[in-house]
């Protein structure tokens, strides 16, 4: 149940775990001392003897100022420990992600890192500022409790004793219950993430394809998933309080039934008092079993929310570990270079795509990549800017392509002008054939119209290089870039 992994996380997690659990057990001794002074009142009263009203109040009185000095001291130490939690993980994760570059939508979904660094870091921050130091608070809480109502009577501490380790248990059965919830819970919410996401960066295509009101619906059935989703996890998180509650209170009364039985035998006694201490011991008693299950209550109620925790650090974990490649961060001299791929191979799951692939960019030229769609053009880009990673061959440099990008010096425009009419596209054209004597340009097009000014055409079947050249070398080949060519010419000429 206790990851220690997640306890050496954050610099400086035990030294304030320790702090907030050290003064919060010192106010429990003060709690113990107000039941004291309570239960001797009581017995003042009933034995007839005047009891000391001011000394009582001054005694409760300090007791408790001291009790609530302590309390805020350890709150703050446990307030300091959720915001150094928070930021250090925050941070860590948004390192991670600039240390992987832009393929890191290849290690996680980009909505999954922002469910994770809000939402799960913030529920893993409960685990550390609430769940961790109440377990250690618990245990000690108890062991001192049971201690003390030793000195009165053993056998009601050995019964209190005996059913204490039963709120654990009922967590660790939680546990496994909610194990499996929880995954699914999980899934739900990032698959929720993924399809709200999508649907926001994708509007103007959905629209323009009049596909919003079926991806509308698809959010609809997603979002009623992670509702229910979320209604078992609760029920089951409602379920195993409920049983926590009737192990406390079950608890409660069998250490006081036990109590009541040792008083009858005369039993129950202040050890180091003297005189008749049997009533005192039983007051004492009845206000210490009432404390009692107080800690391991409040722990399992902060078990749910650090199960989540749990299950949102194992992703952030996850990402945390996951290999960076260090290419992009490389310094180099970035002038007067161009960049080529040389016998360059990738697959796309398992399955090999581009083979053996060479192409050259020139600097400062247009050099257009063009090609039936799924050719591999978009491929090519990706790879070349980072956000796809994994080939094997040579990208000569690709470290020099993605400084050259930041500068920017190497211009990628993928499709720059589909959806865009004619006129428009003419002036996008325009302009960048203008900045192309500064500027390494590399054009990916359906059109072939698009690059007939290019200084070299790469023509791609199947991701391959099937013919390259400039456009009137093409044309002269008389393969199949110049019946694309002509095809597409047709196709104009007719629809004008
Ligand atoms: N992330 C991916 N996982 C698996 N296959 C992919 C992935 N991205 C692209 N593909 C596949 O790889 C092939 C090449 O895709 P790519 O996007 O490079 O083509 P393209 O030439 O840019 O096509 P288009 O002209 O339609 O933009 C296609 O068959 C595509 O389905
Ligand atoms: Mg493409």
């Known amino acids: ?31 113990i001392m107000i039941s004291l002074s309570v239960a001797l009142f009581l017995n003042d009263l009933y034995t007839g003897k005047p009891p000391s009203y001011g000394w009582y109040f001054l005694s409760v009185l300090s007791f408790w100022g001291i009790k609530f000095l302590l309390e805020r001291r350890a709150e703050l130490f446990g307030l300091q420990l959720s915001e150094d939690v928070k930021i250090e993980l925050r941070k860590r994760f948004f390192k991670k992600i600039i240390s992987i570059g832009p393929s890191y939508g290849q290690k996680m979904s980009t909505s999954k890192i922002m469910q994770l660094s809000g939402e799960g870091i913030e529920q893993l921050q409960t685990y550390y500022s609430g769940f961790m130091p109440q377990l250690f608070y618990s245990i000690s809480a108890t062991s ?21 380790p039963l709120i654990p248990l009922v967590i660790m059965i939680g546990l496994k219950i909610a194990k499996k919830i929880l995954g699914k819970y999980w899934k739900s919410y990032f698959s929720l993430g993924n399809i709200f996401l999508d649907s926001i960066q994708g509007l103007t295509m959905l629209k323009s394809y009049d596909a919003d009101g079926k991806k509308h619906n698809q959010m609809n059935l997603q979002a009623e998933d992670f509702r229910v989703k979320t209604m078992k996890l609760l029920r089951s998180q409602l379920n195993s309080i409920n049983m926590m509650d009737m192990v406390a209170f079950g608890g409660l009364a069998a250490g006081l039934v036990t109590a009541l039985y040792q008083l009858k035998e005369n039993k129950v006694t202040m050890l180091g008092m003297d005189g008749d201490t049997r009533l005192l011991g039983m007051f004492f008693i009845i206000l210490l079993c009432y404390e009692f299950f107080v800690p391991l209550r409040i722990l399992g109620s902060l078990f749910h929310v650090a199960m989540n925790g749990i299950w949102a650090s194992t992703f952030i974990k996850d990402f945390l ?18 960049i080529s791929i040389k016998n360059m191979n990738f697959s796309y799951d398992d399955q090999p795509f581009l083979t053996n692939l060479d192409m050259t960019f020139p600097h400062h030229k247009i050099t257009s990549i063009v090609g039936k769609s799924g050719c591999g053009k978009s491929t090519i880009a990706n790879l070349l800017i980072g956000t796809v990673t994994g080939y094997d061959g040579s990208i000569k440099r690709l470290s020099i392509a993605r400084a050259l990008l930041q500068d920017p010096e190497i211009l990628i425009f993928d499709e720059a002008t ?66 694309l060519y002509q095809y597409q010419k047709d196709l104009e000429q007719y629809a004008k």
């Open 418 to 483: 589909s959806n865009i009419e004619e006129e428009s596209e003419e002036i996008i054209m325009n302009l960048i054939r203008k900045i192309s004597n500064r500027k390494t340009i590399i054009i990916i097009s359906h059109r072939l119209s698009n690059v007939l000014q290019s200084d070299y055409i790469y023509f791609m079947a199947n991701g391959k290089v099937e013919e390259e050249g400039s456009h009137s070398d093409l044309m002269i080949a008389q393969k199949d870039y110049a019946a």
């Open 1 to 31: 149940m206790l990851n220690s992994e997640l306890l050496f996380y954050v610099q400086g997690t035990k030294k304030n775990i320790f702090f907030n659990v050290f003064l919060r057990w010192l106010a429990l001794l003060m709690n």
């Open 321 to 338: 570990d996951a290999p960076v490649n260090n290419e992009s961060n490389r310094e180099i001299n970035h002038s007067n270079h161009n």
């Open 144 to 164: 001192t409790m049971v201690l003390v109502i030793c000195f009165i009577n053993v056998k009601t501490s050995i019964v209190l004793l005996l059913l204490s």
